[in-house]
């Protein structure tokens, strides 16, 4: 059965997108930590990030780097973390989480901030504003 990942990818669920290559795909968390909080994702269903072959998985590091920048320009924050977990859904993917405190960082499964889906929808424009691909 696809992954959720993979539902988005093929069109069937939509997503807050903020940018997208013939691999890698960047959108909003729907349970987000912090606002900004992006996912950048391989196309390719791979359920574990060092079972990613070298090239895609180099590929996803130089990506999530430009759509952190783009996050980091969008989003009043100290910095953009990077978080892998990869537990939840099974495809490789890595969390962008604009942060000012460690506090910033935990992971409950839950979100932690409730964002109407306007302001998501407005805030991924204004991300992928900031993306240079």
Request: glycine share 4%.
């Amino acid at each position: 059965m696809p992954s959720i990942f993979t539902r988005i990818v093929n069109g069937e669920i939509p997503c807050y997108k903020i940018a997208e290559t013939a691999d890698y795909l960047a959108f909003l968390d729907v349970r987000p930590q912090t606002k900004g909080h992006t996912l950048c994702i391989t196309k390719q269903e791979i359920d574990y990030i060092f079972d990613v072959d070298d090239e895609l998985y180099t590929g996803l590091w130089l990506f999530a780097k430009k759509v952190a920048k783009g996050v980091k320009k969008a989003v009043p924050c100290k910095r953009v973390c990077i978080v892998v977990i990869g537990d939840e859904v099974r495809h490789t993917h890595v969390h962008l989480l604009p942060f000012n405190s460690m506090a910033d960082v935990t992971f409950s499964g839950q979100a932690k901030v409730n964002i109407p889906a306007d302001e998501m929808a407005a805030l991924a424009e204004k991300i992928a504003a900031e993306v240079t691909l």
